[in-house]
């Protein structure tokens, strides 16, 4: 069974820094794309960020220059460095792989049935 595990949210001061950790179990996903989203009450979720399984990397036009997407495919886990963070950035973050391999991490990329985690939330004050 494949499990998403996310850490590392929290409450934050608006500049400030976190860093988010997605880890997997169950499979391997080091030929997988490897995803960031986030969903605030009553909007869609929202794609933040995506790497490919050849390390390409997609942002949210809003996030670049501030987030940053890894893996590390020994520890089959990918994480989101979130810099100069601001109030809209308040979210619940998942972490997604996706079911096939080969992906790029584009956007449009993600569906429904790739796997998710359960979110961490992330609070940025003002």
């Known amino acids: 069974q494949v499990q998403l595990v996310e850490s590392g949210g929290g409450l934050v001061q608006a500049g400030g820094s976190l860093r988010l950790s997605c880890a997997a179990s169950?499979?391997?996903?080091?030929?997988?794309?490897m995803g960031w989203f986030r969903q605030v009450p009553g909007k869609e979720r929202e794609f933040v960020a995506g790497i490919g399984w050849s390390g390409t990397t997609y942002y949210l036009n809003s996030v670049k220059g501030r987030f940053t997407i890894s893996r590390d495919n020994a520890k089959n886990t990918v994480y989101l460095q979130m810099n100069s963070l601001k109030p809209e950035d308040t979210a619940e973050y998942y972490c997604?792989?996706?079911?096939?391999?080969?992906?790029?991490?584009?956007?449009?990329?993600?569906?429904?049935?790739?796997?998710w985690g359960q979110g961490t939330q992330v609070t940025v004050s003002s």
């Open positions: 169950g499979r391997t996903f080091s030929k997988a794309s």
């Open positions: 997604a792989a996706d079911s096939r391999e080969y992906g790029l991490g584009y956007p449009s990329d993600w569906k429904d049935d790739d796997y």
